[in-house]
């Protein structure tokens, strides 16, 4: 962990395709070493996490915020570019609402994200229920 900087830790649970599932924990781990490269951005800690980590983390965050506020949409996703770069923007919306609240603190916060398909009895079905919580 950085401490000279704020921190946000993001746990990703993707129950979905595993090449999917690969992918984007490769171009997440990408995303967060560019980030980390620069010195005046939030340090960004992303995980893929299991149905169980991420149950604990859920818990975590509720234990720990005085309120957690929950977005949810659903969206058809086609490739994994598209799911990366959904991923990507509510990160970017979180780290920027954390660095807007204390750029100059060590300040940490958890988002939590669901990515879970719709119809999993129907392969070609593409609609994912996306779901991300953020502390405040």
Do not use: C
């Not at 993001?10 to 980390?36: D, M, P, T």
């Amino acid at each position: 962990m950085i401490s000279d900087r704020p921190t946000m830790h993001i746990s990703i649970h993707y129950r979905g395709n595993s090449k999917y599932k690969k992918s984007l924990k490769q171009q997440l781990s990408a995303y967060s070493k560019r980030v980390l490269s620069e010195p005046w951005e939030p340090f960004v800690e992303i995980h893929l996490d299991s149905i169980d980590i991420h149950g604990e983390k859920q818990i975590q965050q509720e234990v720990i915020y005085d309120r957690v506020v929950t977005y949810h949409m659903k969206k058809a996703i086609a490739s994994i570019e598209e799911l990366y770069t959904i991923a990507i923007l509510l990160i970017s919306l979180a780290r920027q609402r954390l660095y807007e609240n204390s750029p100059n603190s060590k300040t940490e916060n958890l988002m939590i994200i669901s990515i879970t398909p719709t119809n999993n009895d129907d392969p070609a079905n593409d609609i994912f229920d996306i779901q991300w919580s953020i502390g405040q």
